[in-house]
């Protein structure tokens, strides 16, 4: 059985994939946003993810 794991802040890709760290790629979402031009976009982060 293969089972992934969740993560945060992972910047290393190779490590995202050797480790099997589940991960979304969002490049077409990121691509459609961008060419839509909306005069305001609102980013969010979930809570929790606060770095000191």
Do not use: S
């Not at 290393?12 to 991960?23: A, M, S």
């Amino acid at each position: 059985m293969n089972e992934n794991k969740t993560g945060l802040g992972y910047q290393d890709f190779e490590e995202v994939r050797t480790q099997h760290i589940f991960y979304i790629d969002k490049t077409d979402f990121i691509r459609e946003w961008w060419e839509y031009a909306d005069k305001v976009t609102l980013i969010i982060r979930p809570r929790g993810l606060e770095r000191h």
